[in-house]
């Protein structure tokens, strides 16, 4: 059959967004927020900054392994 075995996902662009979003999270907001001195602010962030991108890494492995 034509196309077997093929699976269209979009699990790749969820990875991508993940780790970027992570990325510009921990420049541009902790940055922002530690410059107006908004201390718990800032700690969200970076942990959101982080989550993201351990989040993205995770599911990275885990596609990985699972294909």
């Given amino acids: ?5 093929y699976t269209i996902s979009y699990q790749n662009y969820a990875v ?7 990325i510009l999270i921990l420049i541009i907001d902790v940055r922002g927020f530690q410059i107006a001195g ?14 993201n991108i351990i989040i993205g ?8 392994l699972l294909h």
């Avoid at 967004?17 to 992570?22: A, P, Q, V």
């Avoid at 890494?57 to 596609?63: D, E, W």
């Fill in 16 to 22: 991508l967004l993940w780790m970027f979003c992570g």
């Fill in 1 to 5: 059959m034509i196309g077997e075995g």
């Fill in 57 to 64: 890494f995770v599911s990275l492995i885990l596609n990985m």
């Fill in 38 to 51: 908004m201390n718990k602010e800032r700690k969200v962030s970076k942990f959101l900054g982080w989550f």
